[in-house]
């Protein structure tokens, strides 16, 4: 079975401080793509990251970068230096070769940054 | 700027009423999709539109169904509104294939 697990439910952290959010998936597919979107509190899903499952580069945009490690079927975000605008909720998904026009979905990562 | 668009952010309806959700995109899309976003459960599929007149049920399908005449525009109906389906509802498109996703800034449907 396909899943996505994202064990955080909420977190909260002070500006500037490093933050790690988790993702752990299962599938059974060797062909699969994982991303990562953030939901801020106007409710609008904005995408993040796409990475395939035959790239474990590690990946950095600004201050957020992403670590893939299929030997523990992890994808984690990381925000470094975080800012009060990183507020919102943050869902993990998975989609597989298989049925690639679907994506499962992590219940989602509340994340507080407070001033 | 690329965009999906729902026809309304907040809509408050009736027990018993037809309700109808549009979603139009600009992006030439393959795909189409209709979530509910509740607390504690997530996203979840009510039911998604690979082309023209295709359908297929997601995992919450019941109490609901779609239409999409035109590959931009999907619509989601619920032909007899109940309490149960107050929700926040996000439509989504993707070009094709594994493409992530572009969601529009959603629905929030109050049923009384």
């Known amino acids: 079975a396909q899943k996505v697990t994202q064990a955080q439910t909420e977190i909260s952290v002070v500006e500037k401080e490093d933050v790690t959010l988790d993702c752990v998936y299962e599938?059974?597919?060797?062909?699969?793509?994982l991303f990562w979107y953030k939901q801020p509190p106007s409710g609008e899903l904005v995408f993040l990251i796409r990475?395939?499952?035959?790239d474990e580069q590690n990946e950095i945009s600004g201050r957020y970068s992403w670590n893939f490690q299929k030997s523990t079927s992890s994808f984690n975000f990381t925000i470094t230096a975080s800012q009060v605008v990183d507020s919102a909720v943050y869902f993990c998904a998975l989609m597989w070769a298989g049925n690639n026009r679907k994506l499962i979905w992590g219940l989602g990562t509340s994340l507080a940054v407070n001033p | 700027d690329v965009k999906v668009t729902q026809s309304s952010r907040y809509l408050v309806k009736r027990t018993g009423e037809k309700v109808f959700l549009e979603c139009v995109q600009d992006?030439?899309?393959?795909?189409m999709f209709w979530y509910r976003q509740d607390p504690g459960l997530g996203l979840r599929l009510i039911y998604f539109s690979y082309d023209v007149k295709m359908k297929e049920k997601g995992d919450i399908p019941e109490g609901y169904s779609v239409s999409r005449e035109k590959k931009e525009r999907f619509s989601l109906i619920l032909e007899s509104a109940s309490t149960n389906q107050t929700s926040m509802y996000l439509c989504?498109?993707?070009?094709?294939?594994?493409?992530?996703?572009?969601f529009g800034s959603g629905t929030r449907l109050t049923v009384v």
């Open positions: 992006m030439d899309h393959e795909n």
């Open positions: 599938t059974r597919d060797t062909t699969y793509y």
């Open positions: 989504a498109s993707s070009l094709r294939g594994t493409y992530g996703y572009t």
């Open positions: 990475r395939n499952s035959f």
